[in-house]
């Protein structure tokens, strides 16, 4: 089970006492995990639905694009970087002429609700558009907040 406490792995280099701290990527998913519920309450649920998300799912999703291998940015800084994703998803979606009353209604509750944009996506698709969007921001080096 997920401990944001869990402790960093410590190993010792032979003929050195330099202590290496070692974080596992699944240390770093609990991280950011923990770091999504606390600026977004109500988020999460054990049911997957349109209006909330399943941490053992994104959990998976996460570990299946392995965002924080092919990522070189550490927890925090991802996790800034989906504050900003998630701004530029309510923007785009407010700029819209056109929207269906369905949608229209998502966005309200998610409004309403807790303001992660994100899930107006389906089905944890925002992940993988959030990694390709990580990717952009670093082969353009955009690190501003937008």
């Excluded at 966005?107 to 899930?119: A, K, N, V």
Aim: proline letters at 2%.
């Amino acid at each position: 089970m997920s401990n944001s406490s869990a402790p960093e792995v410590y190993s010792t280099i032979l003929n050195d006492n330099n202590k290496v701290v070692c974080i596992f990527p699944h240390q770093k998913i609990n991280h950011f995990i923990n770091r999504i519920r606390a600026s977004y309450p109500g988020l999460f649920s054990l049911q997957n639905s349109k209006l909330k998300m399943n941490e053992m799912l994104l959990r998976d999703k996460l570990n299946e694009i392995k965002l924080f291998e092919k990522i070189k940015l550490n927890e925090i800084e991802i996790f800034n970087q989906l504050i900003n994703f998630n701004r530029k998803i309510d923007s785009e979606f407010r700029s819209r002429i056109s929207r269906s009353r369905k949608e229209t209604e998502l966005y309200t509750r998610i409004f309403e609700s807790h303001r992660f944009f994100c899930l107006l996506y389906d089905d944890f698709s925002w992940v993988h558009h959030f990694f390709n969007y990580l990717e952009n921001v670093l082969k353009n080096n955009i690190f501003l907040i937008q």
